[in-house]
Structures are given as C-alpha cells and as structure tokens.
C-alpha cells in the first residue's frame, strides 16, 4: 500500500493564480480531509468529505474548494492565490472519524504564494 | 477532545529504550488514547492508539494505566530517524472530524 500520496511537493504560485493539489488514498477509507499547517503552528481543518459525492468545510474553508468523485481522489483546489495561503498542506484519510480509527497523512505540498 | 499534558522536550540516546509519558487526568470511559508524531519537514503520523488494554505495534508499545488517567508511549530502541514531535491526543468514541494536537514532547535522540 502507498497509503495517502501527494502532488505536487512543492509549488510557487503568483498572486492570483489557480491550481489543484491532488491526494489519493488506497486503503478503501471513507473520510478523507485536507488540513493547512503554518509555520510553527497546529493543524488547521479546510474541508473534509465522509464519502464519494459529499463534502464538508472544516474550520479555514475561504479561498478553496473541494471535490470528491471518487473514494481514493480528494482534490483541493486553490482559485484566486492569496500570499495568505502560503503554507503547507496535508490531506489525510480515515476509515471512519471515530476514535477507534486513526488518521494517514500523506507527505504534504509546501505552498508559497509570491 | 478532553486535555492531555506532556512534558516540552526528552533526551535519550540511540539504542536506548524511550518511555513518553502523558496525562490525562480527565479522560472518559470512551475516549480513545492516540499517539502520533511529526517528523522535522514531514506530515503527521500515526504512532499507535488504545482504549483501556496495553497494545504493541511495529512502531511502539502502549502502555495505559490501570486508572487510565495517564499513559507512556514506549520506543523499545530508539534510532536517529524517531527524533520527532510526540503528540499524546484523546478522541471520544463518536470522534471528530479534526485532529487538535498540544503542544507535544520534542523527542532528541542523541548519536
């Protein structure tokens, strides 16, 4: 299993411009969520979605959007690039969001918006 | 999520066995005690995680108190590459969707 997988690495975007950070997973999990993490700070929530076809915002949604055709794709899409936005950004996925299961990240896409 | 407390930073040696203690005097009988840990430049990672017994993994060991009201996350050998941020979380049975992490136990591992 590659478990939770992440693309690209890293990007440099300008000022508004648009892209698609893409996560896959291939442990069959249900939940899926894409989390931000700044420098020397704690996890931020975005969006998570708790199956094909339905999605939720979580606690920092403004700015992105999300989508989730699929069980094993979970893509965020970033419209109109702000230097805010720079951070780093984690998609990870569960089997449920009970306790009893844990969370997989995956490696990561480190954003800078100049 | 109910609070846990771990001590900032621990020092061990390579080789050696590292015991990471964490409390949570206020846990429930259905929260569940999850640990993880971030690498320097990595994504989170899921460590291993119990509800009342002591549970063992390729990664570590669980050790829950009888009282539950803390635990130790044992590394039997620690090397170079478990030098890392430790986190000690509680999640209820009905779960959440977003994992809080404290503050954590910034692991050294000395050569």
């Known amino acids: 299993n590659a478990g939770v997988t992440q693309t690209p690495k890293f990007r440099i975007l300008k000022i508004g411009q648009s892209m698609t950070l893409q996560c896959t997973q291939d442990?069959?999990?249900?939940?899926m969520y894409w989390y931000r993490q700044d420098p020397g700070m704690g996890l931020k929530l975005i969006y998570y979605?708790?199956?094909?076809?339905?999605?939720d915002k979580g606690e920092v949604p403004n700015g992105y959007n999300v989508s989730r055709s699929t069980t094993e794709d979970f893509p965020l899409r970033l419209e109109l690039a702000a230097p805010s936005q720079t951070s780093v950004y984690f998609c990870a996925s569960s089997y449920s969001r009970t306790g009893m299961n844990a969370q997989y990240f995956g490696p990561g896409t480190r954003l800078t918006v100049t | 999520d109910a609070k846990t407390t771990q001590p900032n930073s621990m020092e061990s040696n390579e080789e050696e066995p590292v015991h990471l203690p964490c409390n949570h005097s206020t846990i429930s009988g259905t929260d569940y005690i999850h640990w993880y840990r971030q690498l320097p430049s990595q994504g989170p990672e899921y460590v291993i995680h119990?509800?009342?017994s002591n549970v063992n993994n390729r990664m570590a060991s669980l050790a829950i108190a009888e009282d539950r009201k803390s635990s130790t996350l044992i590394l039997h050998r620690a090397t170079l590459r478990d030098a890392a941020v430790y986190y000690c979380?509680?999640?209820?049975?009905?779960?959440?969707?977003?994992?809080?992490f404290g503050q954590g136990t910034r692991l050294t591992i000395n050569p």
């Open positions: 442990m069959n999990h249900n939940y």
């Open positions: 979605s708790v199956g094909a076809g339905i999605t």
């Open positions: 119990g509800l009342t």
């Open positions: 979380i509680l999640r209820t049975i009905q779960g959440a969707q977003k994992l809080v």
